[in-house]
């Protein structure tokens, strides 16, 4: 069974950058589409962005700014960077599985990390 | 891009049926079959529950369906149970650059 973890800090700093990492374990990393997700306390679900294992990136226009989604297919690892950030980025940041061939679905998550963005 | 739209609640009694709207337009819903639907239970990870419209993954039940009508895409649940009150959310492609766009969600509560 395939398992997602995020991980990485729990508090950034106004201005900063926002790092966190998802390892993929259980199943095949590869011929798949690699996505962030995040939600914010008591509201709905954005769509982040996605890296493909050959390393193609696809970014939200309205983060693409301030974003970099990296992979590290030899570890099972995909990565997300967002520069810059204020309390507008305060979130639960899901990792997931999108599989192109069953509609843009994301089929698998990881559980969550809740990321706060405070000085 | 614009959310897709969904009702910001919906309910119904144990054993009923509710049906739960998402609203988008020509550029995503209305011109691709790529709608999934996700279930979230509160501090839970969203739970894909049908994609291309209407198929389901393994393991989950019969009584979740989902069907698209123009713009519209729909998803019912049958036979409501205490343990489907959770918020549901609809996605759909909507071209290259936006190939994920997320309705707002749907509050689903069993009476």
């Known amino acids: 069974q395939v398992q997602l973890q995020e991980s990485g800090p729990r508090m950034v700093k106004p201005s900063e950058t926002l790092s966190l990492t998802c390892t993929v374990s259980?199943?095949?990393?590869?011929?798949?589409?690699w996505s962030w997700i995040r939600q914010p306390p008591g509201k709905g679900l954005e769509w982040i962005g996605y890296v493909y294992n050959s390393g193609f990136t696809n970014y939200s226009p309205s983060l693409k700014s301030r974003l970099t989604i990296s992979v590290d297919a030899s570890k099972h690892q995909f990565s997300l960077k967002l520069t810059s950030v204020t309390a507008a980025d305060t979130a639960v940041y899901y990792c997931a599985r999108l599989v192109l061939m069953s509609g843009n679905a994301l089929d698998m998550w990881g559980q969550g990390t809740m990321v706060t963005v405070s000085s | 891009q614009s959310a897709l739209t969904q009702p910001p609640s919906a309910s119904g009694s144990p054993g009923q049926s509710v049906t739960i709207s998402c609203t988008g337009t020509s550029s995503d819903v209305g011109t691709y079959d790529y709608v999934s639907w996700y279930q979230q239970h509160p501090g839970k990870a969203p739970k894909l529950i049908i994609y291309e419209v209407n198929k389901r993954p393994s393991g989950v039940p019969g009584r979740f369906s989902g069907s698209k009508s123009g713009n519209t895409a729909s998803l019912t649940v049958s036979g409501l149970q205490a343990d489907d009150e959770a918020d549901y959310y609809c996605?759909?492609?909507?071209?290259?650059?936006?190939?994920?766009?997320f309705g707002g969600g749907t509050k689903l509560t069993v009476l």
């Open positions: 259980g199943g095949s990393f590869n011929n798949y589409f």
């Open positions: 996605t759909s492609y909507a071209g290259d650059n936006i190939p994920v766009v």
